[in-house]
Nanobody
Framework: EVQLVESGGGLVQPGGSLRLSCTAR????????ISWVRQAPGKGRRWVAG????????YYADSVKGRFTISTDNAKNTVYLQMNSLKPEDTAVYYC?????????????????WGQGTQVTVSS
């Protein structure tokens, strides 16, 4: 069974940090790109960061560049998203997604696999 299991969301004050984890099961991890996408209430889905597990090169949306870091531990089939200097506008449900073809910052891109989502709330 294919699974992307996320953890690490929660409530944090502005300026704080959280680390999200995504563990993949049931498919060949190194054949896929893993991304984080987020969806805020009433808004569309936005791509946040992605990494090709075969090369470990990270890519970021401009809105999180310099604050978020995506990394992978291929031995554990796990991708992490370290989020620092969090802002209220980062509040969203964060999804871990996997696709052989990478990612795209539009709602039409259909990822092969999705996690269940984890809530991140940035508020004082």
């Amino acid at each position: 069974e294919v699974q992307l299991v996320e953890s690490g969301g929660g409530l944090v004050q502005p300026g704080g940090s959280l680390r999200l984890s995504c563990t993949a099961r049931g498919f060949t991890f190194e054949d896929y790109a893993i991304s984080w996408v987020r969806q805020a209430p009433g808004k569309g889905r936005r791509w946040v960061a992605g990494i090709y597990t075969s090369s470990t090169n990270p890519y970021y949306a401009d809105s999180v560049k310099g604050r978020f870091t995506i990394s992978t531990d291929n031995a554990k089939n796990t991708v992490y998203l370290q989020m620092n200097s969090l802002k209220p506008e980062d509040t969203a449900v964060y999804y871990c997604v996997a696709d052989r073809d990478g990612w795209a910052d539009n709602d039409a891109f259909e990822y092969d696999y999705w996690g269940q989502g984890t809530q991140v709330t940035v508020s004082s």
